[in-house]
Each structure stands twice: as C-alpha cells, then as structure tokens.
C-alpha cells in the first residue's frame, strides 16, 4: 500500500501507521496480462530475434570506446595463459565432509569467469585470436558431471553426495552456465563450428540435457513454488528471478521446437508470478540490498528480455509493483556504497550500476536512474564493464548512451515508510548526509536470509557507520542448516537489541513484531514496535516497546524500551555494535570516536547519554577474522553492553545519541 500526503497535512499532523502482516496476493502481472495463445503469437522465432550482433557483426563491437575495448581485451589476454584447474570428485565431496564451500567454488568460478573474459575479448577483437582456449573452456564444462554446487546438490537432488549424472537439477549457477553456453553459440556459434562442428552440437545437447528439458519437464524444483497455493508458509527468495533470467536467456537462444520455446517462456512467466504475487506492495526487499540484486535486478533482467524477445509486446513496467521493487534499492541507500543491511546483506554493497540506471529510466524514475549514474561513477564503470554474468555484460555494453543522460546523484531521501515490509529510514537533512541517518525494521524472524532481529536498528553520522548491523560471515555448511543460529552473527544478542534473562530471539515467522507504529513530521520521525513476541515464553516478557526517535531540529535520536515481565528479571542487558572507538568520558556518557575517511580530517565523536543509576555500560572487543567481515569493517568491531541495574518486573529506559559538538 502506498501513502501519499500533502505538504500541508503533513506539517500540519503527525502521519500515524499501524501495520499487520502482509498477505500473498494473487496478482498474476504476467500471466494474467499474457495467455499462452497470446504469447505464441507475439513472441520473436529464434531467427528473428537478435537482441545483440554475434561476433562476425563487427560494426558495433568495433564502435565500442576504446577504453572499454582495452580492458576486455586485456582481461581475455589474462585468460589466455589461464591453466584450467580440475575439479575432482574429492573436491565436490569436501563440502559434504568439512562444509567448506570456496574450495570447489573458487576454480568452479573461476573456469566461468575466464571463459567470459575470452568470449568478450573475441568479440571485440575478432581475430580468432582466443578461441582456442575458448574451446577449452566449453569443453571443460561439458565435461562436468554437473553444474550443480555441491552446496546446493543436496536441497535439489535430495542427498549431500556426488551429483547423479542421471537426474539433472538446476539451480542458480547451473542455470548461469547454461547461459554462458547460449550466449557462446550465440556470438560465435560460427567460428566455433568451423573448428568442430561436434562442438556447437555439444553445446547444444548439454543445454537441452542440464537446462531445457529439466525445467520444462519438472515442477519439483523449489525455486518453482509449484505448490505454494498448498504451503502457505513457505516463501520463496532471489532464486526464482535469478534463475529465471539465465532459463529465459538460455530457453530464447536455444530451445529449437518452437512449441516447446513458447511453452518455456509461459511456464518462466507463471514461475515469475509465483514470485511477484510473494512480494510486498511497498516493493521492500526482506532479504537486503544485496540481494536485491538478483531478486529485482534480475526480475528487470527478466522483464528487459521478455519485451525485446515480444518487440514490445509484453510490457508490464506500468504495474505499481515493479516500480516499487526498482524503487526499493535507493529506499535503502545511506552514502556511497553503504546501504542498509539487514538480513545476510554486507553493508557496502556494489550495486549493478548500470541495471539501477536502465531500471530507473524504463519505469521513468529520476531518482533511481541517477542512483544507477552515481554509482557507475563510484565503480568505474566506463574503464573496466560492470562484471557480472555475460547476459548483464551485453546489457551494459549496448546501452551506453543511457548513462550520460542522467545526473550522477545520490537520492539522499529524507524518509523512507514500508508499511509491509516494516522498514523505516530517517536523515536530518533531504538531499545531504550531514547529520544522523537512522534505519529500523520490524517484520518477523522467518525471512529469507534471516537474523533473529525484529526491532533492531542501525544509525550512520555524516554518512559513516556509527551503530550497525554486522552482516554475514563467509557462508559455510553452518550457515544453512540446523545450526545457523549458533552463529553469532544471526543471534539477536550481536544486533542492537535486549537480551531478557539471557534469552534471545527465536527464528520462524511467528517470532515477530506486534502494533508496529510509524509518525512523520518535518522534524522529527517515530518509529515504535511491540517486540515480546519475536522472543520465546522462556524470556517471560509480557510486553517490550521499543520507540526510536530523530529530533531533526536538535540533531538526536534516542532509543527508548518500555518492558513489563512476568516476574522480576534476572538480567537485562541492552547491546550496541559499532566499529567506533568507545570511551567513557564521564558517568552516564559514552563517546564513540569515528574513523577519519581522509587525511587531515578531524575526528568525529558521537556522545552516548544514559542515567548512570539504571543502565551500567560494559564494553567487549570483537576480533574480525573473516575475509568477508573484514572487507566491511576491517579487524576488529566493538559490543557496548549496557545492564539494567534495578531489576523490576517493569521498567523504562533509554539511551540518547547526540553529536559531541552540538553539547559543547
């Protein structure tokens, strides 16, 4: 649901939301815009459809700008000198024995990647010059007993083993290498040919054998949600557009029967729906930016490919909820390359700048293209291509002239509201990152990708991270089984929340936020959530409001928690992270110390007020020993412990954050 309000009511009265848990809805975008006949008759043969020249078609590669050119051809000569790694059958089987998954990942990536790096490289040289090892590379693939990960095998071939040669299953990156195979054949199914022609044909059989006939066959495939009218509490995530972007590609370029092409493209749109009729009306991405990604990015994908393979026939861009999924990804952007990050999602998140860019100019969004401009500046983009899957490369490479039509800007929006997704964001100033930048979510503990974290919050100053979400370790076995909340990472005792007699939130989508209020006005914003029941009855808490407030005219933003227990409490403990230094000034301040970004800068400091008399800060170091982790907040994060001192069955406290200077 969306709100709108004068500028009048709004200074006027305070914009007061309660919210309850969104129901799936049955929307059908696709299929019931689009029947099978309907599709049959509009969608381009695979003869008429050329959405890009091949290879031979040299006029367009050869206008490619120079700098662009030269980079990809330095990265297939890179290539060329690549010793292509095996990958044994002990080495699939590692997972399974240690959970270690970048073992086998690592040289499975990197055999896609060099084979990508070489067809980009022909492409835009055209001699011949790489093909060879191009030939390697689709052999080597083919040879493959399964595309499959070996994390993945055992949720889609029922068995963490061997993959069984016999039953191929797809799932997101056997779908990503059966497009590097269509799109092989595609640009240089000719040149190929001429040095075998056994080789186009083998592309051809692996395609029909691991991708076509498997998708089109079965309705096993999770990712599919053929039976979601049945479970009703299952939810499915990125795997369905991501996967149905790479099918959809691989299905145009390659399935040969046009009925069955046309009966693939059908089944991409229902599975797509399935999907869509998931999703929040507020467009809020529950698993995080990054996975927005390949949730609404590849949705866009999916979209872009069905229009130009239609000619414009199908197009549902118009739909409020495909312009409220675009508009989801600057919603959550703070500064930069750091977004909002709840859930599995990093913190700073590279962001396919130029799918932002396309996404916001197709549904004529200024802010969202502009976003997409910005960070293409961020990235480099114009020196180097965007990475990424070769589907994505040609996307970029032929819409340049997109990027120089927008402003480079950061959208900077002053207040975000989600009512179903229950997400909020805050900043002192519209357009600026001076000042605090709040954001808090308060859905329920059975999200994909979840944290137990119903309530939690983060707070940026100036654009920098000041109290944060810590994000995900590098995912091993533990990460998606049994054990995910014996990671620290997921408990809700390393998020900033409470902890009630030592106990913590409890995962499932029952465990969630209850009378969920949001208030708006020019200068300050309310954000208060009922969170007892995202904990288990253990923890005997009755109720637990949390009220998170900004005061934009004084530049504060205070935390309030207002509890009532079954019985005195034991313990209750309040936690922070933050990658700031902490001090202790004076009694009931905190002084957190900001990293200088630049040279010369002079040290920002962020004073925590409390009454000394009812909360007693302890503050533990957290040593960062994950590559992941580091990459975000380098190695080491701090956990400010704040105890409750008097110990009632009911009580009130609160935290307040202001910048040092301003009390001065």
């Known amino acids: 649901m969306n709100f709108f309000f004068s500028r009048t009511l709004m200074i006027a009265a305070a914009l007061t939301i309660i919210v309850s848990a969104a129901a799936s809805q049955k929307r059908d975008l696709l299929t019931g815009s689009y029947s099978l006949l309907e599709i049959q008759k509009i969608l381009q043969s695979r003869s008429q459809w050329h959405p890009f020249p091949s290879a031979s078609e040299r006029a367009r590669w050869q ?51 060099k084979i990508q790096d070489l067809i980009l490289a022909e492409c835009v040289e055209g001699k011949g010059r790489f093909l060879d090892q191009i030939m390697n590379g689709l052999w080597l693939l083919a040879e493959e007993t399964s595309w499959v990960i070996p994390a993945h095998v055992k949720t889609l071939q029922r068995g963490n083993d061997l993959p069984n040669k016999r039953t191929q299953v797809v799932d997101l990156f056997a779908a990503e290498t059966g497009t590097l195979y269509a799109w092989a054949y595609y640009l240089l199914g000719d040149q190929l040919g001429r040095m075998s022609p056994l080789l186009p044909q083998r592309i051809m059989d692996e395609m029909n054998a691991r991708i076509l006939v498997p998708n089109l066959e079965r309705d096993d495939f999770w990712w599919m949600w053929s039976d979601a009218e049945k479970d009703t509490s299952h939810s499915i995530n990125n795997w369905t557009p991501w996967i149905c972007s790479n099918w959809l590609a691989a299905t145009l370029l390659m399935e040969q029967n046009a009925e069955n092409r046309t009966k693939s493209v059908y089944k991409i749109m229902k599975t797509l729906d399935r999907f869509l009729n998931s999703y929040p009306a507020d467009g809020g991405c529950d698993e995080g930016p990054s996975y927005w990604g390949r949730a609404g990015g590849s949705l866009f994908e999916c979209l872009e490919l069905l229009e130009s393979a239609s000619n414009g026939g199908i197009d549902v861009y118009s739909k409020p909820l495909v312009q409220e999924i675009g508009r989801y990804i600057y919603r959550a952007h703070i500064h930069d390359f750091y977004y909002v990050n709840f859930s599995d999602a990093p913190a700073k998140v590279n962001v396919q700048s130029d799918l932002v860019l396309r996404y916001g100019h197709k549904i004529q969004d200024r802010n969202l293209a502009q976003l997409g401009a910005y960070s293409a500046r961020l990235q480099r983009i114009a020196e180097s291509g965007v990475g990424g899957s070769l589907s994505r490369e ?3 490479l032929f819409n340049l002239d997109l990027i120089d039509k927008y402003e480079a800007k950061e959208p900077l929006l002053k207040d975000v509201w989600l009512p179903e997704t229950r997400f909020v964001a805050a900043r002192e100033q519209s357009g600026s990152t001076d000042g605090f930048y709040l954001a808090a979510q308060g859905l329920h503990n059975g999200k994909s990708h979840n944290h137990n974290d119903v309530g939690n919050f983060v707070l940026y100053a100036d654009g920098e991270p000041l109290i944060i979400d810590v994000g995900v370790e590098t995912y091993t076995a533990k990460t998606f089984s049994s054990d995910r909340y014996n990671i620290w990472t997921m408990q809700s005792a390393y998020h900033n929340l409470p902890t009630i007699n030592g106990v913590m939130q409890k995962d499932g989508r029952q465990y969630a936020a209850r009378n ?12 208060a959530l009922d969170i007892a029941a995202a904990y288990p009855s253990e923890a005997g808490i009755q109720s637990w409001l949390r009220t998170i407030k900004m005061d934009r005219k004084v530049g504060t933003v205070q935390v309030k928690e207002d509890y009532s227990l079954n019985s005195a409490a034991k313990e209750i403990t309040l936690t922070l992270i933050t990658p700031c230094e902490v001090s202790e000034r004076e009694h009931g301040r905190l002084i957190l110390s900001m990293q200088k970004r630049k040279e010369g800068e002079s040290l920002k400091e962020i004073s925590i007020r409390f009454d000394p008399g009812k909360l007693k800060p302890h503050v533990e170091v957290i040593p960062i020993n994950d590559n992941q982790l580091k990459r975000v907040w380098g190695g080491v994060l701090r956990r400010v412990i704040f105890t409750v001192q008097d110990q009632q069955q009911r009580g009130s406290v609160e935290i307040n954050f202001t910048r040092s200077s301003r009390e001065n």
């Open 63 to 113: 206008k490619l700008p120079e700098a662009l050119r030269n980079a990809y051809l330095k990265k297939g000569e890179e290539a060329l000198l690549f010793k292509w790694p095996s990958l044994p059958a002990t080495l699939y089987l590692d997972y399974a024995r240690t959970g270690n998954r970048e073992n086998y990942q690592r040289p499975y990536f990197e055999r896609r990647q």
């Open 394 to 396: 040609l996307l970029y």
């Open 516 to 527: 969920v209020q949001y208030q708006n006005w020019p200068d300050s914003v309310r954000f």
